[in-house]
Nanobody
């Protein structure tokens, strides 16, 4: 069982930066592939970024590529999402997710554990 707690969301102006954190409970964090998803008002939850268990494979949605960076710190049981050059269309609730396994997926179904989400609002 893994519990995930996101933090770091907030209100930022367009062009600004935020770093989201997702702290995981348990002693087997290194066994998990991690990802970030987001849900904007009135839209479906969408993939943002993912990192494999080993950290060797990283994936980004086209909409955030070059602006967002995902990283995984096994010593701290934490996954991060560094967001730069933020746009109003990045406004959403951001969720981290975990699955026990080598592969990180870009769809929601394979993930077993979800955080409660953290709000990111980008003003124009």
């Amino acid at each position: 069982q893994v519990q995930l707690v996101e933090s770091g969301g907030g209100l930022v102006q367009a062009g600004g930066s935020l770093r989201l954190s997702c702290a995981a409970s348990g002693r087997t964090f290194s066994s998990y592939s991690m990802s970030w998803f987001r849900r904007a008002p009135g839209k479906e939850r969408e993939f943002v970024a993912a990192v494999s268990r080993s950290g060797s494979s990283i994936y980004y949605a086209d909409s955030v590529k070059g602006r967002f960076t995902i990283s995984k710190d096994n010593a701290k049981n934490t996954v991060y999402l560094q967001m730069s050059s933020l746009k109003p269309e990045d406004t959403a609730v951001y969720y981290c997710a975990a699955r026990a396994g080598i592969v990180a997926y870009t769809t929601t179904t394979p993930y077993d554990y979800w955080g409660q989400g953290t709000q990111v609002t980008v003003s124009s």
